[in-house]
């Protein structure tokens, strides 16, 4: 695979091999000259919105920290020392956003989360802390301080709104300039400071736990099991302990429910509406007037579609999954549907060559505001 200049001289293979889930990585000037996509206002206006998840951090005067859940209807003064907001999915609501967050996709969607945009005043941070997840932090403004360690003590204070570690000593330490970005394994403890106004971007990834998936995929389960029959005791003796279960009737019943069994495919079908499944906060806009079928596929015939920045499409197998839904793909229309996902999008050419069952769903996705076609 070609050099990404967002890994300085390594390729993929080699950030994979020797740092991803392994140890940090400082890369100067990743994107030389980056400069923060959104203006401060446009961010402050994100954190008021009830569908944008945001927070705002602050230093108590004990040196301690205190944490406030958004909308954020107002901010401390720009001037005033030591806050800072922040501001999740913001590649949800802003396409260079998308655009920066889609540049790491050396790496799978299904392990992607999202873009979360830090706006810091002098000495502002969240304090010295682990995330469980993968992350990089891109410099967007300003300077910040990273101080990380690879301690093995994770152990955190008790009773603060934020996870902060009890003992933090840092073996590394940077000041990151616009462009420049840190990448953290999961569990790698870090404390950033702001130098003066600064904002940093954190692409994350996913890794959801065991038990979370475990949770989920019963739930998925318990609505596609299929046990036909009905407990039935032909045998049934006198008993002299009605309150005692039937020994039988506990033995035949797990021979039952011990049929349930799951196929490849049902996982594959639990995981690929699992991850595409949209966040509890993100709403798809239907379209008000939308175009007739007939008009719609003129114009995607001409300019092609694309994918919605807030559309997850992922595939496995036969299986296609769309914002949580899941169908089988038949042969004939594996290509394009693959291609949809993997690009993102379909020029016009590979529209007029689809079938008619693509150009239906096409459409739907394009009412449901999942899709939209090319100017
Ligand atoms: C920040 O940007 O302030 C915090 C990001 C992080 O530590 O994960
Ligand atoms: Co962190």
């Known amino acids: 695979m070609k050099k990404l200049t967002l890994l300085g001289d390594i390729t993929p293979e080699q950030f994979l091999r020797d740092y991803w ?21 446009k961010l402050a206006e994100l954190a008021t919105k009830d569908y944008v998840e945001s927070r705002l951090v602050t230093k108590t005067t004990e040196g301690s920290w205190d944490m406030q859940h958004g909308p954020l209807k107002e901010l401390p003064a ?18 260079n956003a998308d655009a920066l967050l889609r540049q790491f996709r050396f790496l799978p969607d299904a392990r992607r989360d999202d873009l979360m945009v830090s706006f810091a005043t002098d000495g502002g941070g969240v304090g010295p802390h682990f995330d469980s997840y993968d992350v990089f932090l891109l410099q967007a403004e300003g300077q910040r301080r990273w101080k990380i360690s690879a301690q093995k003590d994770l152990t955190l204070i008790e009773g603060l709104p934020l996870k902060i570690l009890k003992k ?6 940077f000041v990151l300039e616009p462009g420049d970005m840190l990448y953290l394994p999961p569990h790698y403890a870090h404390d950033g400071e702001a130098i003066g106004d600064c904002q940093t971007y954190s692409i994350g990834f ?21 046990l036909p029959g009905r407990y039935a005791d032909p045998e049934l003796e006198p008993t002299s302990k009605p309150a005692e279960i039937p020994k039988a009737m506990l033995g035949k019943l797990a021979d039952e429910l011990n049929k349930v069994s799951f196929t490849e495919d049902d996982f594959a079908i ?43 499409m992922l595939y ?37 060559g689809a079938s008619e069952d693509v150009l239906e769903a096409l459409f739907a996705w394009y009412t449901d505001g999942w899709l939209e076609l090319n100017k």
Not at 212 to 219: M, T
Not at 337 to 344: G, P, Q
């Open 21 to 41: 889930h392994k140890k940090p990585l400082l890369i100067r000037q990743a994107i030389p000259g980056f400069k923060p996509l959104l203006p401060f206002d």
């Open 168 to 173: 933090f000593k840092a073996t590394e330490e």
């Open 206 to 226: 996913r890794s959801p736990s065991y038990q979370e998936l475990g949770e989920a995929f019963l739930q998925f389960m318990a609505d596609s099991i299929d």
């Open 316 to 352: 496995r197998g036969k299986n296609v999954f769309i914002n949580g839904e899941s169908f089988a793909m038949n042969k004939a229309d594996k290509a394009t549907l693959e291609t949809l996902a993997n690009t993102r999008g379909l020029n016009g050419a590979t529209v007029a």
């Open 78 to 95: 720009r001037k005033q020392r030591e806050w800072t907001m922040l501001v999740q999915g913001v590649n949800l609501q802003d396409d």
């Open 270 to 312: 639990f995981l690929g509406e699992y991850l595409s499944e949209p966040k509890h906060n993100v709403f798809f806009q239907p379209l008000e007037k939308p175009l007739t079928a007939g008009k719609f596929q003129q114009s995607a015939e001409k300019n092609g579609v694309s994918l919605s920045r807030k559309t997850q």
